[in-house]
């Protein structure tokens, strides 16, 4: 008896090893995919997530131009001091308010490189260290203020003003300030140094404004 159960067993063991879709199966097992509801939602996710990186993609954009034309008018006023110097001559930054741009200018006219200006016909200077800029969309001159009295209240109205620098090394006080109506950098210019210094923050341009003007 006990014989033939064990033959039985292995006819059975043979058999399920045999076929093993037929015996053998796994009840845990399920079938797994994602559902339409689940890829909307993905989609959603990820569209929202473009949309918030893109906004501030954006802002720090816009923050980027403001601060590279900024340092460009920087730059322009330390190669305007330095000129000066080197060559013995005025040479002045004048500063086109309505078109957004401005360059460094000498009273000697190249008609090559001549523009006309707020006291006639002037020379540009253009080379591997200066060039005219203009300023990105958006971007623009925000209050201009040069002479003794520069300072946040007394803006210069002028369509082109323009900031002197003399061969010994001085210069016009002036306080230039570019924005996007949102972020504002500016560029101070001791007149007694003739010296300019970048101002990165909008709250600090106010407190910037102390300029030297006893040299004056």
């Not at 689940?38 to 816009?62: H, N, P, Q």
């Amino acid at each position: 008896m006990i014989r033939l159960w064990i033959d039985d067993c292995r006819l059975r063991i043979r058999a399920a090893t045999a076929n093993p879709k037929s015996e053998i199966r796994n009840p845990k097992w399920q079938r797994s995919a994602f559902t339409l509801i689940e890829l909307m939602v993905v989609v959603v996710v990820i569209a929202l997530a473009a949309g918030l990186g893109g906004g501030v993609y954006v802002g720090s954009y816009k923050r980027m131009m403001v601060e590279k034309a900024a340092r460009d008018i920087w730059l322009m006023a330390k190669y305007a001091r330095i000129a000066a110097i080197e060559q013995q001559q005025d040479l002045y930054i004048e500063m086109d308010k309505a078109n957004r741009r401005c360059w460094v200018a000498t009273t000697q006219v190249d008609p090559n490189n001549a523009v006309a200006g707020p006291l006639g016909e002037v020379g540009v200077i253009q080379n591997p260290y200066c060039k005219p800029l203009v300023m990105p969309s958006g971007v623009e001159f925000e209050a201009v203020s040069v002479g003794l009295a520069a300072s946040a209240e007394n803006t210069d109205t002028d369509e082109y003003p323009r900031v002197l620098f003399r061969p010994n090394g001085t210069a016009e006080s002036a306080v230039i300030v570019i924005g996007d109506g949102n972020t504002r950098y500016g560029v101070t210019i001791s007149g007694g140094t003739g010296s300019a210094r970048l101002v990165l923050q909008a709250e600090d341009i106010v407190a910037d404004l102390s300029i030297d003007l006893e040299a004056k």
